[in-house]
């Protein structure tokens, strides 16, 4: 049983060049979520799904896309990327679409944009 | 917007001693309220929970406390471990069609042998 699982682990990017996180769970869980880590800025929702073909904004979703077409995949991608996107991101799930519950996160992509 | 606020930002400790982490949040009609550890090179793991109609629950070492009336809640880790170090999140939920959880800015927590 792997969790969830973030490729890649390390990426450095060119301003305004695109890319995909990957992230895949294998719980059957129904609730996944994409959050950035920054120093002094503790964890912020970027985007979020509540099952398979429903995605909705976060708190902080602009310069991000997602996509959610099976239960266990949810991309995260970056159309155009600019230095303000380096951060550390982890994708995260939980069982319950709606309810509340325990979040399992994967180990982090660390993104760099110069 | 919602937010949490969470303090201190770093603690250092003496192995064997507590340490205690407050967190607080706006929104009134949060309902459960979350513990995270992160450990070096590691995602966040939930070490304890509580929710809304209890004021105190304890794992072990580990105990959260709850205050609805100040909107406060805190972690208290007694007996501290150099394993204990990391750093730790506080979260709290809001409701807009799902559960959502808005997290603090992390304490880095040190327990020095």
């Known amino acids: 049983n792997a969790g969830v699982t973030q490729t890649p682990k390390f990426q450095v990017l060119k301003t305004g060049q695109s890319m995909t996180l990957q992230c895949a769970q294998d719980?059957?869980?129904?609730?996944m979520s994409w959050y950035r880590q920054d120093p002094g800025m503790g964890l912020r929702l970027i985007h979020y799904?509540?099952?398979?073909?429903?995605?909705d904004q976060g708190e902080v979703p602009n310069g991000y896309n997602v996509s959610r077409s099976t239960t266990e995949d949810f991309p995260l991608r970056l159309l155009s990327a600019a230095p303000s996107q380096t951060s550390v991101y982890f994708c995260?799930?939980?069982?319950?679409?709606?309810?509340?519950?325990?979040?399992?996160f994967g180990e982090g992509s660390r993104l760099t944009v110069l | 917007g919602e937010n949490v606020e969470q303090h201190p930002s770093t603690l250092s400790v003496q192995e064997g001693d507590s340490a205690v982490i407050k967190c607080t949040y706006s929104?009134?009609?949060?309902?459960?309220f979350p513990w995270y550890k992160q450990e070096l090179g590691k995602g966040p793991q939930l070490i304890i929970d509580?929710?809304?109609?209890?004021g105190e629950k304890k794992d072990q070492r580990i105990a959260v406390t709850l205050n609805k009336t100040a909107k406060h809640f805190s972690l208290h880790i007694t007996e501290t471990q150099p394993e204990d170090s990391a750093v730790y999140f506080c979260?709290?939920?809001?409701?807009?069609?799902?559960?959502?959880?808005?997290f603090g800015t992390g304490t880095r927590l040190k327990v020095l042998a």
């Open positions: 719980m059957n869980h129904e609730y």
């Open positions: 995260a799930s939980r069982p319950t679409g709606t309810g509340l519950g325990e979040l399992f």
């Open positions: 929104d009134s009609a949060s309902n459960y």
């Open positions: 799904s509540v099952g398979a073909g429903i995605t």
């Open positions: 979260a709290a939920s809001i409701h807009s069609g799902t559960y959502k959880y808005i």
């Open positions: 509580i929710r809304s109609n209890v």
